[in-house]
């Protein structure tokens, strides 16, 4: 096919590529950055409450920030370099180290107040509790 071939064009094919692109940008891959998918978090929810769930290996939960703000849980921290012996030569370094910050959009309003948390085995979780607002109400209906 020729480029000026009409088959050989699609819009959608250029959409695709379009999003591809703004999502790699929003996800911090074009920058290198590891520390921007630090910690891993999962996001579970439930009639009652919203929990997250983040590894955090190796921190101590002293030095572990948490704050929920407008229906967005924020998790910071800082995670240190290994101290080897001074005359070690590092032969393979992959951990990441350094500050981190992940924010994550909650899927429905809790109540901030009541927010609680739990750190073992290097796992965080942090208890919401939903606001009453949000939670589904059953609508009777009634027959003429």
Not at 111 to 136: F, I, Q, T, W
């Given at each position: ?48 409450q ?21 229906n ?69 209906i009634?027959?003429?």
């Amino acid at each position: 096919m020729y480029w000026n071939d009409p088959r050989a064009w699609s819009p959608f094919d250029e959409l695709r590529s379009l999003q591809r692109e703004m999502n790699r940008l929003f996800d911090g891959v074009d920058r290198g950055d590891a520390m921007s998918r630090f910690p891993a978090l999962n996001v579970w929810g439930n009639e009652d409450q919203v929990v997250v769930t983040a590894e955090l290996p190796g921190l101590n939960p002293d030095e572990i920030d948490i704050s929920v703000v407008d229906n967005q849980l924020t998790i910071k921290g800082e995670r240190k370099a290994d101290k080897p012996a001074d005359d070690a030569v590092c032969h393979r370094c992959e951990r990441d180290t350094g500050h981190f910050v992940r924010t994550v959009r909650l899927p429905y309003s809790v109540e901030n107040d009541r927010v609680s948390a739990k750190y073992e085995n290097g796992v965080l979780c942090v208890y919401m509790p939903r606001h009453e607002a949000s939670k589904p109400k059953r609508i009777e209906i009634k027959a003429s």
